[in-house]
């Protein structure tokens, strides 16, 4: 946690991954993030995984460092709570349709400066899930050995919408430090999933070739890149990306002649390119396979890590939570009290500041527990009116 963006205040009212993402990466860096939820909590409340208590470690983790606001938003004093919220924060980012009682031209009547960013499915307001989107773009086709789809389980284009979601926030605010102007920005998935699949040359690649990128299983594409298996049962994940990577491969496994005598038959050069590697890998991959099947992950991890090389053993999720290196020992991490009363690591910023002192992560709220203090300091209520509010189970607390 760091405090870069403690005197911005936003006002988040989303559910799922992509909108609640945007909201705990800014409170990660020291917003106020004022999350806003139906009482008894919103539809992701729950979301798996959860624990013993049907507490969810999920919400527990995006919602880090957040304040929690409880209304009835099924009754309309409930949602002008949160709309005045809204206008006198001056910040919105939502998941909440583009119409309705959250539409920002509702919102910016009372607040003509405010900013909303609001994450959606489609572009034309209809509802997407990531799962959905990866589908439209292509990505599962390209996924394993095939002929089969291949789903994969990272929320991928949620995550970085969810980023993105941030950056515009705090574009749009640089915006109308500049010219007094709010706005609201939409950020559809779709968008986000096939913008991304023409920023990485996808859309060019099948354009131009009139076909699609056949399927490589665990190989890389365009580069010299595979899982292999070791003589004591290791599966490891090998990569190459510079010259100096492939003469150190190389020389690790004594394949320097066999790999010669492949470039002189087929009069080519592997030393420099890329894709000359991928492109002959049918004469190289059976090299490699049998000089890595002959040693141990330990004595060759030794050697490519002596050579500079890029590997990975295999490891489930919970190898990797038990590795000290990514966790234990990782700064990023640190304790916090949970509502799940749960104890575990917990992430708070991703990046490090040198110069600034990381701040421990801070738990997540429970429903409504920060509803009193909220009203009181955004909206000027009174304890009495709080109470009111509270007895009509207009508000809740935690």
Known sequence: MYNLLSDLPVIEASSFVASPTAGLYLAQFGAEL???????????????????????????????????????????????????????TGQFVTNFPAGGFLSHELLAEGRPDLITVRVMGWADGSPALDYTVNNSVGYPMLTGPGPEPV????PAWDLLTGAYAAFALLAAIQRRAATGEGGEVRLPLSDVAIGTVANMGGLAEVLYSG???????????????????????????????????????????NLGAAVAAIEAARGVSFAKDDGLRFTHRDALYPLFEQAIAGRDHADLAAAFDAGGIVHSPYRTMLDAANDPALVADNPIFGAAENPSGFAYPAAGSFATIPQADRQPPRPAPRNGEHSEEVLASRLSLSSGEIARLIDAGIVGVG
Do not use: C
């Open 151 to 154: 789903n994969h389980v990272l």
């Open 34 to 88: 004022i999350r806003v939820d139906q009482i008894g909590g919103g539809p992701d409340f729950r979301r798996w995984p959860v624990t013993a208590e049907n507490n969810s470690l999920y919400w527990e983790n995006l919602n880090r460092a957040k304040k929690s606001v409880a209304l009835d938003l099924a009754r309309p004093e409930g949602r002008e709570l949160l709309q005045e919220l809204v206008r006198a």
């Open 211 to 253: 076909e699609n990128r056949p399927r490589l299983g665990n190989a890389v594409y365009g580069l010299f890149g595979r899982d292999f298996t070791t003589r004591d049962g290791q599966r490891t994940m090998i990569v190459v990306v510079t010259p100096r990577q492939w003469a150190n491969l190389i020389a690790a496994l």
